[in-house]
Nanobody, 115 residues
């Protein structure tokens, strides 16, 4: 089994910053990629960005230049640094791992951007 645990969510004012972390444990050898998704009320879950095993990065257009994904292979963690946050970034943020064609999800952490 694989466990993903997110941390770092909370309430922040527009223009502020938050850093989310995801710690992976269990049978986590050969992680193909790790990613962050988010889901706002009434919306489908959307991909924010992904980091592949070779270090390649992908970001969705709406967060480019504001969000940064980093991965610490030694600690099996992936982080999401979020800057210049907007109210429309409010959502539950989920960590995802793809391991040998299997998908694993964290429990999610709430991020609320509001004044």
């Amino acid at each position: 089994q694989v466990q993903l645990v997110e941390s770092g969510g909370g309430l922040v004012q527009p223009g502020g910053s938050l850093r989310l972390s995801c710690a992976a444990s269990g049978r986590i050898s050969n992680i193909d990629s790790m990613a962050w998704y988010r889901q706002a009320p009434g919306n489908e879950r959307e991909l924010i960005g992904r980091v592949f095993s070779d270090g390649a990065l992908y970001y969705t257009d709406s967060v480019k230049g504001r969000f940064t994904i980093s991965r610490d292979n030694a600690k099996n963690t992936v982080n999401l640094q979020m800057n210049s946050l907007k109210p429309e970034d409010t959502a539950v943020y989920y960590c995802h791992a793809l391991i040998r064609f299997s998908n694993y999800w964290g429990q999610g952490t709430q991020v609320t951007v509001s004044s």
